[in-house]
């Protein structure tokens, strides 16, 4: 063999190895590596990659029988291809791998999707480089005549499933009619916190991402023309003090800073 062949053929025993240890059935090894040998590798490769998932999906692994379990990471393994080479990022390529499964109709349980996503959540807080200190924002602002400004570390979360109660002791048959709404945030000593919020909640947590110029009493008025609330005044001053609520537990910052222009007017 040529020395120009040596980096091509050293790169396609690679390939052949990679392959047959993302799925052994269906790839041969590479010729000259005794069975000892690539079991030693198949079971690292494979253990590491189910021990950081069910580590991070905790729930989902006691929900699932250990033959269900494996074959889902058993599939994760072989199937999906990662686009990013660090481990604390694998449980967001797991959760992509099962929306293309559901996409496809896979057959998993319904509320999988959701409780993976659920559990996601509380490692992309945990992870999540946004310091809310470096974001402009007056924190002692009026929040009914300012712009009331979220946290980049709060997120409110809307699902089917009541994901924060399932278990192996707690799996209804289907959904309930009412959503599950969630705020997830992380405070200031780095703890990622959950908390059940209701519908207003949500929406009104949603609408200041959407319509983030409006000051927090136009907010409200539009939230309660949405909600068809028959006592406009009286829902904004209960809307007020849920605004103070949700700046004391930081969820908001506070205010956004008023515009260059607003002095001069």
């Known amino acids: 063999m040529h020395a120009a062949e040596a980096p091509a053929a050293l790169r396609a025993q690679e390939f052949a190895l990679a392959r047959h240890i993302r799925d052994p059935d269906a790839n041969p090894p590479p010729p000259g590596i005794e069975d000892r040998r690539l079991r030693i590798y198949r079971e690292l490769f494979y253990n590491n990659v189910e021990d950081l998932l069910s580590g991070n999906f905790p729930v ?52 999988l999707l959701e409780l993976a996503h659920y559990e996601w959540v509380e490692l992309a807080l945990d992870i999540d480089d946004a310091d809310p200190a470096t974001v402009p924002h007056d924190p002692q602002g009026d929040l009914l005549a300012g712009a009331p400004l979220p946290s980049p570390l709060a997120w409110p979360l809307a699902y089917r499933w009541p994901v924060h109660r399932l278990g192996p002791d707690f799996l209804p048959d289907t959904p309930p009619q009412t959503p599950t709404f969630l705020l997830v945030r992380r405070d200031r000593a780095h703890r990622v916190r959950f908390s059940e919020i209701n519908g207003l909640t949500f929406r009104l947590l949603q609408r200041l991402g959407e319509f983030p110029e409006l000051s927090g009493r136009d907010q409200l008025a539009a939230l309660a023309a949405e909600a068809h609330a028959p006592d406009v005044e009286a829902f904004i001053a209960q809307g007020a003090a849920m605004l103070v609520q949700l700046r004391d537990s930081g969820a908001l910052l506070g205010t956004r800073p008023a515009p260059p222009w607003s002095d001069a007017a």
């Open 60 to 111: 989902i692994r006691k929900m699932l029988d250990d033959g269900d379990w494996h074959a889902l990471v058993r599939g994760f393994f072989r199937e999906h291809r990662c686009r990013t080479p660090l481990f604390p990022e694998l449980p967001r390529e797991f959760l992509q791998y099962l929306e293309h499964r559901q996409a496809r109709g896979a057959g998993d349980p319904a509320w």
